[in-house]
């Protein structure tokens, strides 16, 4: 026993700084269904195609000899179009958010492979952004860290900065209370269009700055992604809480940090990684499952919206 | 001025259930003028508030405010000339955000939004001030969520939201009707206040009698989609909830209870 779980820690420490720069990376992908979920209450499923669509075009630009930062950015814009196109499909058709998801989702495998041209790439040895990481020797997961965490850092700050400024206030007034937003001058349309853009910006990102880091795109890195992000949510909202905007804005980066670092350890257990997906499901479901659990079976039909108190 | 010119509105046209909400309205409010619209259930009382938000498109028939054609006009874009205060406490605020916040939302309501902080110091001394006129202490709440308020204080809010910047129209939809019958006071003294004091362009629709018979210049009665009758000038300040109520097809109890 003593033995299992001396060669358990070990081999988590080993994976600590790995774990650690793919928690940064990943970060990005989180925030990117924090913010239709939570802040503009369109439960949104692009993500999942988001995210490959920002590896894939990071990965041809690459190969093609582009710039790596360059290649980040064109991720990005595409990534935002993708987000764009889900909420028209939503507002514009009045489809449900989730089919609307669903449906870009799919349609991305086939444009993701299109892009590639074959289901997978190699960029590897090929110029990354974590080369130009200061002071630390380049290929290591430290300079991995530094990159990402300085780009999440820079758009923590921002986000925290725009969400607070009035155009930002307008957009969170229209996940809050869409008729109420409306009636105040708001224009649901274009918050809803900018704001899922906007998220999956950030997923398209994400997968821009996973390609650069492993050295290969393949047009299936999306699979089970948004599970994975939605857990790192969950758990980063119970560590800082939601109740401000700069909590609910910390806790993709925290969330992505702790989950990670559970996988990692549930790797180094010895747990065999085709489990993972069932045990980040469960994981989900109960997370999901406990207030209804706490309120006590009786109360499980009731509706899961807050009341407000008299 | 509000002017409702030949306003129709067919609900399920075409099928069994069809109904005519607005039967060729003819409506005109002038500037400064506060009426109060009262009719039975399906008179088509919301479906004309509704119309003149523009969270209703019409069939056909014309919208204007203070000249302008605003029919075809989205809400969000009428938004920068009507204000409007829900009968559910719920949806006039946005739950999860801040009185201070919900304060900024309608502040901006006819402005346009810029990149610069929503939230500054100038702004929260004003909000501060305009709210103590409540006398409710939501003053000392600026940083409370709308969702923590009760019914009465989410509606209170709710009109000085919709007061503030003095819009060119004010539409009130039973805003006084999911209240006990304190705070609905509370409320509708507010309410006349502003109006007053504004001059506010206001049209308000009650079920409560004794609010149509005290407040406002003019009472409009609607009935299956039409005015049914206008009570103006000096009738207006001789009327009585009982005169009123006489005018109503189907008669109860509530209506006098009302009073």
């Given at each position: ?310 | ?20 909400a607005l039967d060729n309205l003819d409506l005109t409010l002038q500037t400064g003028e506060f009426g109060v619209v009262i009719g039975s259930n399906g008179a088509g009382k919301s479906t004309m508030l509704n119309a ?208």
């Open positions: 026993m003593m033995e299992f779980i001396s060669s358990t820690f070990t081999s988590y420490v080993a994976l600590v700084p790995v774990t650690l720069a793919q928690s940064f990376i990943l970060a990005f992908v989180v925030m990117g269904i924090m913010i239709p979920f939570r802040t503009l209450q369109f439960p949104d499923l692009t993500s999942e195609g988001a995210y490959p669509l920002g590896g894939c075009i990071c990965g041809v630009l690459i190969a093609a000899g582009v710039n790596p930062a360059l290649a980040i950015l064109a991720a990005l814009a595409c990534g935002f179009l993708a987000g764009c196109c889900t909420a028209l499909i939503h507002l514009r058709f009045r489809i449900h958010t989730l089919l609307a998801g669903i449906l870009m989702m799919t349609m991305l495998y086939s444009i993701n492979l299109r892009i590639m041209g074959k289901s997978n790439l190699s960029i590897f040895g090929s110029d990354s952004v974590y080369n130009w990481a200061p002071f630390v020797t380049p290929g290591f997961p430290v300079s991995k860290i530094i990159v990402a965490g300085l780009i999440g850092a820079a758009v923590f700050l921002a986000l925290n900065w725009f969400f607070k400024t009035e155009k930002g206030t307008a957009l969170r007034a229209v996940g809050s209370n869409p008729a109420m937003a409306e009636a105040q001058g708001i224009s649901v349309w274009v918050s809803t269009i900018v704001g899922v853009g906007l998220a999956s910006a950030f997923s398209a990102t994400s997968g821009a700055l996973m390609v650069q880091s492993q050295g290969f795109a393949d047009v299936n890195m999306g699979l089970g992604i948004l599970i994975n992000g939605l857990a790192a949510l969950m758990i980063g909202e119970a560590v800082v809480g939601k109740k401000s905007v700069w909590r609910q804005l910390l806790a993709p980066f925290v969330g992505a940090i702790i989950y990670y670092q559970l996988v990692s350890l549930c790797l180094a257990a010895g747990m065999p990684p085709p489990d993972l997906k069932l045990a980040t499901g469960l994981f989900v479901l109960a997370m999901l499952a406990l207030p209804s659990l706490k309120r006590g079976r009786g109360a499980g039909g009731s509706p899961a919206r807050e009341k407000f108190r008299e | 001025m509000l002017e409702i010119r030949s306003a129709r509105k067919v609900f399920y046209a075409g099928q069994p259930d069809e109904k005519v003149v938000s523009g969270a209703l498109p019409l069939d056909s028939g014309q919208i204007a405010i203070n000249g302008d054609d605003v029919t075809n006009t989205p809400v969000h874009l009428r938004a920068k000339r009507i204000a409007r205060v829900f009968q559910d406490p719920m949806l006039g605020t946005a739950a999860s955000m801040t009185v201070a916040e919900n304060m900024l939302l309608a502040d901006l309501r006819s402005s346009k939004r810029t990149l610069s902080r929503g939230l500054n110091a100038k702004r929260l001394a004003d909000y501060k001030d305009r709210l103590s006129a409540l006398g409710l202490g939501l003053e000392n709440r600026l940083d409370t969520k709308v969702e923590l308020l009760s019914g009465g204080q989410r509606q209170s809010l709710s009109l000085i939201m919709a007061v503030g910047g003095s819009p060119d129209l004010l539409l009130l939809d039973e805003h006084t009707a999911a209240l006990d019958p304190r705070t609905a006071d509370l409320v509708m003294q507010a309410t006349v206040r502003a109006v007053d004091t504004l001059k506010l362009t206001t049209l308000m629709v009650t079920h409560n009698m004794a609010h149509a018979v005290d407040f406002g210049h003019r009472v409009i009665m609607l009935d299956a989609g039409r005015v049914k009758l206008e009570i103006g000038g000096e009738d207006k300040a001789n009327v009585t909830v009982a005169k009123l109520v006489d005018h109503f097809a189907v008669k109860t109890d509530a209506m006098m209870l009302g009073a």
